[in-house]
């Protein structure tokens, strides 16, 4: 390994980094704080001057569509993307300034998976254990609970090769879970699985925080993932923050929120019908791209239409 390389278990005992407060006479340290937050590429905007935060223990979601800027809002908090200008912190740690420290106080289960496949799931969660400097008895304990409360015990001796998506997906999260981090980011984490997995791992989702307490932020299109694992929900489209609240507050909105979504992929008529829930009062136009198949058009606005009582549906393409 180069010399200048720095590993996981540098990251706790990396110096420059102020210590988040702790004392008692001064407000909590936010989990997440962002402000004016910016990303641009070129001309794009892939994010808005977007602001919120996140307190300790919070369920925090970005919703909206693919290419809302849900997932660039979150590879500047982990640090993988340089904001181009705003500012974010991590229980108190600045992620441009001390992105070390940051990353120390975090972990991310990134849409792709970064899972070894020819590996055992033991395997994979032991190296992940080793890189944070994790001494191996520790280790060793932590696996066999993380694979207990992920329901993998029966199948962590295995290479992951052989596992299903779901189990995968439940085995990347447990990664995340060694280093028993402050603060979890969970991007897309039920994407491609199908609707019975889809609901087991929400279930073990929403579980973790009465046995952690930890603070997670999650990204999602579907509507009900929010509703049911979110204390609140920031709506992202066109990478801004257009509407930010409780689940229950959000689906209360008033006639007259007009909201537009570029219908153009094969998972477009799941978004539309949780939009539809989300904007239940309101005024929804659509564009659709004209290479989108017309048959999921139709069932998209059947749903809609369904669902979409008190406003109004125009079909723009």
């Not at 919703?63 to 991590?90: D, E, F, V, W, Y």
């Not at 029966?154 to 280093?179: C, F, H, K, M, N």
């Not at 028993?180 to 991007?187: A, K, M, N, T």
Request: net charge positive.
């Amino acid at each position: 390994m180069p010399a200048n390389t720095v590993t996981p278990s540098a990251w706790r005992t990396s110096a420059p980094a102020p210590k988040a407060s702790t004392s008692g006479t001064t407000p909590m340290t936010k989990a997440i704080e962002v402000s004016a937050l910016t990303k641009k590429y070129g001309e794009i905007d892939a994010v808005r001057g977007i602001d919120f935060q996140v307190a300790p223990g919070e369920v925090f979601g970005l919703l909206g569509p693919n290419g809302a800027g849900k997932s660039t809002t979150i590879g500047m908090l982990t640090t993988t993307i340089k904001p181009t200008s705003g500012s974010a912190r991590l229980a108190g740690f600045d992620v441009v300034r001390h992105p070390i420290a940051a990353r120390a106080v975090s972990s991310v289960v990134f849409q792709d998976s970064v899972l070894d496949k020819a590996l055992t799931g033991r395997r994979n969660l032991d190296l992940h254990a080793r890189l944070w400097g994790i001494p191996p008895s520790a280790a060793a304990s932590k696996i066999t609970e993380l694979a207990g409360v992920f329901g993998l015990s029966e199948v962590i001796g295995r290479p992951v090769d052989s596992y299903s998506g779901g189990q995968r997906r439940r085995l990347e999260i447990a990664r995340a879970l060694v280093s028993e981090p402050r603060v979890l980011f969970l991007d897309e984490p039920t994407v491609g699985l199908d609707t019975r997995i889809r609901y087991e791992l929400l279930d073990l989702i929403s579980g973790l925080r009465g046995r952690t307490g930890m603070t997670t932020l999650l990204t999602t299109h579907y509507l009900d993932e929010a509703e049911r694992l979110c204390d609140r929900i920031a709506v992202m489209h066109q990478g801004a923050i257009v509407a930010m609240d409780r689940p229950d507050a959000l689906l209360a909105l008033d006639a007259g929120l007009a909201t537009e979504l570029n219908a153009a992929g094969r998972a477009a008529w799941q978004v539309l019908a949780g939009l539809a829930g989300l904007i239940a009062g309101g005024h929804l136009e659509v564009p659709i791209a004209n290479v989108y198949p017309l048959a999921q058009v139709r069932e998209a606005y059947t749903e809609l239409e369904r669902r979409h009582t008190r406003g109004k549906i125009v079909l723009r393409p």
